[in-house]
């Protein structure tokens, strides 16, 4: 166990050293920076060049990125091309708008998977399971954007229930506005957790110890809660981690949609603007914020079913 | 349940079976002919007023005929998606194949866990920092989004083709003296299909969705592409003005998607009955 959680733990640190030098990487090959998308039309050549200068770019990339990284490691994400203020503060400003969207959407998406997936597996192939996952498997092949333009067509133009955007809106007053958001993100997220807990749920009610159980005497409800959902919800839980990345990509077209000053808001910003500084903090904090779900997700999934071997 | 009925309800299954998949084909099929047969189709597209009812289906928000438009958007919206899901398998398959053949552990491990390491890198952020450097190149999202799919795509042949290797019959053909290149095309090949067919349903969904979602966002194709999903976005104040401008390619899409799920769902009981009826 204690073994198991260090070597997976020494895997997060490899895979943070490389991850560190990919964010880099990919976002230098971003060809065109800063200086000459923002000046050309009012500087001269000359004028760019010491901007450059001035902004570091004109350094070698391996010489950009030791001194990036030292100073990562010291905490300083570096200062924005565009707005001159320090990245962290983008990070800070913009982590809460979307850590509510997450965190909101997932108290309401876990709770509700796990309890369809157990509802489906318990009933294998019958009516309510075959319902059910009919219902999960179209819902889940509708792309977040074309629900969101419907939702916000139905609910916010034509009648007028909720707001579209959250322009000039505050969160703290009006709740209202994270409704449709919510409900964007729900839906796949729903649908493909709740297929992987019913598959673990099938595959435990059909394993060996379960029909010893059963022999025994053990109640229904005891049998459900102490043998099968340990075992069923380890896929699920390494669904979790893997629905981060669909949710992070909901998220980013949902803060695109009703115009939320997100994370993802800031990264497009980022990215548009070619300020570079800026995108290299946010998709640190981000692949460092997968990361991590994915290491918790390996160490919760070994402590639910501990296996004898190691990783792989 | 006696004899008769069991033979019954089981041809009766059969039928569902039946129709479930051919109603699965028609959808994928649908999207798919349009998008290869609409641009050779000789349809006049004229232009109007924006968001009027002129035309089979009206215009949009720039006043274009939205049929006109159907036709030649899905060429960019399923064959980015369709290419990327290809190259992701030929990479992919191929890693995968390699590491769970090769009797060097060092191999195996040497290709298997640099993608490892891959893994909890956000897809859709790789995918929108390539195609904003890349000015919206159809030819970097689509290996872009293959990059993000090979790791997955390694690992699931591998784990499918370590398997079958390890199974009586590869033994068997060993002692036969059959080549190695026979065992591993002839046999372990053909058994990783199963999975992979089953797998490959949804991972086309999952590309559409990515490719789609890139170009949603503006970060892709030119907003005034008549690709399916730049439609959608560009029109989206619309819907209720012209519905169809937003409907039409957001229909087409989904048509698309489900049918590949379906197939998929499909897939994945045949071959799992597959294996336990081997068992």
């Given at each position: 166990?204690?073994?198991?959680?260090?070597?997976?733990?020494?895997?997060?640190?490899?895979?943070?050293?490389?991850?560190?030098?990919?964010?880099?990487?990919?976002?230098?090959?971003?060809?065109?920076?800063?200086?000459?998308?923002?000046?050309?039309?009012?500087?001269?050549?000359?004028?760019?060049?010491?901007?450059?200068?001035?902004?570091?770019?004109?350094?070698?990339?391996?010489?950009?990125?030791?001194?990036?990284?030292?100073?990562?490691?010291?905490?300083?994400?570096?200062?924005?091309?565009?707005?001159?203020?320090?990245?962290?503060?983008?990070?800070?400003?913009?982590?809460?708008?979307?850590?509510?969207?997450?965190?909101?959407?997932?108290?309401i998406v876990v709770p509700l998977a796990v309890a369809l997936g157990i509802v489906m597996g318990t009933r294998e192939n019958g009516r309510v399971d075959r319902t059910i996952t009919?219902i999960t498997?179209?819902?889940?092949?509708?792309?977040?954007?074309?629900?969101?333009?419907?939702?916000?067509?139905?609910?916010?133009?034509?009648?007028?229930?909720?707001?579209?955007?959250?322009?000039?809106?505050?969160?703290?007053?009006?709740?209202?506005?994270?409704?449709?958001?919510?409900?964007?993100?729900?839906?796949?997220?729903v649908c493909l957790l709740s297929r992987q807990v019913r598959a673990g749920t099938v595959a435990a009610l059909n394993a060996?110890?379960v029909?010893?159980a059963r022999?025994?005497?053990v109640p229904r409800r005891q049998l459900l809660l102490r043998h099968v959902l340990p075992n069923a919800a380890v896929p699920g839980v390494q669904e979790l981690?893997?629905?981060?990345?669909?949710?992070?990509?909901?998220?980013?077209?949902?803060?695109?949609?009703?115009?939320?000053?997100?994370?993802?808001?800031?990264?497009?910003?980022?990215?548009?603007?070619?300020?570079?500084?800026?995108?290299?903090?946010?998709?640190?904090?981000?692949?460092?914020?997968?990361?991590?779900?994915?290491?918790?997700?390996?160490?919760?999934?070994?402590?639910l079913v501990?296996?004898?071997?190691?990783?792989? | 349940?006696?004899?008769?009925?069991?033979?019954?309800?089981?041809?009766?299954?059969?039928?569902?079976?039946?129709?479930?998949?051919?109603?699965?084909?028609?959808?994928?099929?649908?999207?798919?002919?349009?998008?290869?047969?609409?641009?050779?189709?000789?349809?006049?597209?004229?232009?109007?007023?924006?968001?009027?009812?002129?035309?089979?289906?009206?215009?949009?928000?720039?006043?274009?005929?939205?049929?006109?438009?159907?036709?030649?958007?899905?060429?960019?919206?399923?064959?980015?998606?369709?290419?990327?899901?290809?190259?992701?398998?030929?990479?992919?398959?191929?890693?995968?194949?390699?590491?769970?053949?090769?009797?060097?552990?060092?191999?195996?491990?040497?290709?298997?866990?640099?993608?490892?390491?891959?893994?909890?890198?956000?897809?859709?952020?790789?995918?929108?920092?390539?195609?904003?450097?890349?000015?919206?190149?159809?030819?970097?999202?689509?290996?872009?989004?293959?990059?993000?799919?090979?790791?997955?795509?390694?690992?699931?042949?591998?784990?499918?083709?370590?398997?079958?290797?390890?199974?009586?019959?590869?033994?068997?053909?060993?002692?036969?003296?059959?080549?190695?290149?026979?065992?591993?095309?002839?046999?372990?090949?053909?058994?990783?299909?199963?999975?992979?067919?089953?797998?490959?349903?949804?991972?086309?969904?999952?590309?559409?969705?990515?490719?789609?979602?890139?170009?949603?966002?503006?970060?892709?194709?030119?907003?005034?592409?008549?690709?399916?999903?730049?439609?959608?976005?560009?029109?989206?104040?619309?819907?209720?003005?012209?519905?169809?401008?937003?409907?039409?390619?957001?229909?087409?899409?989904?048509?698309?998607?489900?049918?590949?799920?379906?197939?998929?769902?499909?897939?994945?009981?045949?071959?799992?009955?597959?294996?336990?009826?081997?068992?």
């Amino acid at each position: 166990m204690r073994s198991y959680a260090a070597q997976r733990a020494g895997l997060a640190i490899v895979q943070l050293a490389v991850l560190s030098v990919l964010v880099f990487v990919l976002t230098s090959l971003l060809p065109g920076d800063a200086a000459d998308l923002r000046f050309t039309e009012t500087l001269t050549p000359s004028q760019v060049a010491a901007l450059r200068a001035e902004l570091g770019l004109d350094q070698p990339p391996v010489e950009r990125f030791v001194h990036w990284l030292g100073n990562v490691v010291t905490g300083d994400l570096g200062t924005s091309l565009i707005s001159g203020g320090p990245v962290a503060d983008i990070v800070r400003n913009s982590i809460g708008a979307t850590l509510v969207l997450t965190l909101a959407t997932l108290a309401i998406v876990v709770p509700l998977a796990v309890a369809l997936g157990i509802v489906m597996g318990t009933r294998e192939n019958g009516r309510v399971d075959r319902t059910i996952t009919s219902i999960t498997l179209a819902l889940s092949a509708i792309p977040d954007f074309v629900i969101a333009v419907v939702l916000v067509a139905v609910f916010s133009l034509k009648l007028g229930w909720l707001p579209a955007t959250w322009i000039g809106g505050n969160l703290l007053s009006s709740p209202a506005l994270l409704i449709l958001p919510i409900a964007v993100l729900f839906g796949r997220t729903v649908c493909l957790l709740s297929r992987q807990v019913r598959a673990g749920t099938v595959a435990a009610l059909n394993a060996e110890y379960v029909t010893q159980a059963r022999r025994l005497g053990v109640p229904r409800r005891q049998l459900l809660l102490r043998h099968v959902l340990p075992n069923a919800a380890v896929p699920g839980v390494q669904e979790l981690a893997r629905t981060g990345d669909t949710l992070l990509g909901g998220v980013l077209v949902v803060e695109a949609i009703f115009a939320i000053p997100g994370f993802a808001t800031a990264l497009v910003d980022g990215v548009e603007t070619r300020d570079i500084p800026t995108v290299q903090g946010l998709t640190l904090v981000l692949a460092i914020a997968a990361l991590l779900i994915n290491l918790a997700a390996d160490l919760v999934c070994n402590r639910l079913v501990p296996r004898t071997e190691a990783l792989r | 349940m006696n004899v008769r009925e069991g033979v019954a309800s089981s041809r009766r299954l059969r039928m569902r079976r039946g129709a479930a998949v051919g109603v699965s084909v028609g959808l994928v099929a649908v999207p798919l002919v349009v998008a290869v047969l609409g641009p050779f189709l000789p349809y006049d597209a004229r232009p109007g007023l924006p968001y009027s009812s002129e035309g089979v289906l009206g215009t949009d928000g720039l006043g274009r005929d939205v049929l006109g438009l159907l036709l030649v958007g899905g060429r960019s919206a399923l064959g980015m998606a369709i290419g990327a899901v290809v190259l992701a398998y030929v990479v992919g398959g191929l890693i995968g194949l390699t590491a769970a053949s090769t009797r060097h552990r060092w191999l195996d491990e040497g290709m298997m866990r640099p993608l490892d390491v891959l893994l909890p890198l956000p897809s859709l952020l790789v995918i929108s920092v390539v195609a904003v450097g890349w000015r919206a190149s159809a030819l970097a999202i689509t290996v872009a989004v293959a990059m993000v799919n090979v790791p997955t795509v390694a690992r699931l042949v591998r784990a499918a083709a370590l398997d079958a290797a390890s199974g009586p019959v590869v033994e068997a053909l060993r002692m036969q003296r059959e080549s190695w290149l026979t065992i591993q095309l002839g046999y372990v090949g053909r058994s990783v299909l199963g999975p992979v067919a089953a797998d490959l349903g949804t991972r086309i969904t999952l590309a559409v969705f990515l490719v789609a979602s890139v170009n949603f966002l503006g970060l892709g194709l030119s907003p005034t592409a008549p690709d399916w999903a730049v439609s959608v976005s560009r029109n989206r104040e619309g819907l209720l003005l012209q519905p169809w401008s937003v409907l039409a390619p957001a229909l087409l899409l989904v048509s698309f998607t489900l049918g590949f799920n379906l197939l998929a769902d499909r897939l994945v009981h045949r071959s799992r009955r597959l294996v336990e009826s081997a068992r």
